[in-house]
């Protein structure tokens, strides 16, 4: 069976997803994302809301601006909504401004909101769904998505930025520290951890990626096959 892999915003962390994720059995990559909290395929990212903060972004306008983002980066994405909606709508005069807002999202936007009680809860919904992304649909995972880049330094930042566990302000330093991407991917883990905001483990997970060999999925499944 494939090991699921599930990207995570960083700021994330302080949720106990992540760590519901990994109990699950997905190998969760932590990295600054752009768009949505959670990317589980090439077409699909979460946007992870607290009922408050849904309700909040609904009155303030927020939610549209960060679906349109979403969707134009990843067509398939959805909304969790985490916390006890029902009850914390019944305090609120007017709730059809915001049961028009989530049907405005669901039916005119493409944007589907899905519930759940607590952190263990959207952690599962999550993992089921990259499973059948990656498993059911055979979808990849992407690392990445492709934004403008209009100078040499938005180009050396993003290509940094796509080593483990590097975000803007770490990318920045190790451009910094060492001058160059070519310099940085030639150090060594111990030439890495000296970077401020460098730790030891992440150091050598990054020289582990850039020096590790590559094996296409179609020649590891070509070794794997039984031959009849």
Do not use: C
């Not at 060594?188 to 296409?216: D, Q």
């Amino acid at each position: 069976m494939m090991t699921i892999r599930v990207i995570a915003d960083d700021r994330e962390q302080k949720s106990r997803v992540i760590e519901y994720l990994k109990r699950l059995g997905a190998y969760v990559i932590v990295k600054r994302l752009e768009v949505g909290d959670y990317v589980v395929s090439e077409d699909l990212a979460v946007e992870r809301k607290s009922v408050n903060d849904l309700i909040a972004s609904i009155y303030d306008g927020r939610v549209f601006e960060q679906a349109k983002r979403l969707l134009e980066e990843y067509p398939s994405s959805f909304i969790i909504v985490e916390g006890d909606f029902n009850s914390t709508i019944l305090s609120y005069e007017k709730p059809q401004v915001i049961y028009g807002a989530i049907a405005k999202l669901a039916s005119a936007w493409g944007m589907p909101i899905l519930f759940t009680p607590n952190a263990e809860h959207t952690a599962i919904l999550i993992y089921t769904i990259a499973r059948q992304e990656q498993e059911g649909k055979g979808k990849r995972i992407a690392l990445r998505r492709k934004r403008k880049l209009s100078s040499l330094k938005d180009w050396q930042l993003f290509i940094v930025e796509s080593l483990p566990g590097v975000g803007p302000v770490l990318a920045e330093r190790l451009l910094e520290h060492f001058g160059s991407v070519r310099k940085i991917f030639n150090a060594t883990s111990i030439e890495l951890a000296r970077v401020r905001g460098m730790t030891p483990s992440r150091a050598r997970e990054i020289f582990r990626v850039i020096n590790a060999s590559y094996t296409s999925r179609h020649r590891s499944e070509g070794r794997n096959a039984t031959l009849y």
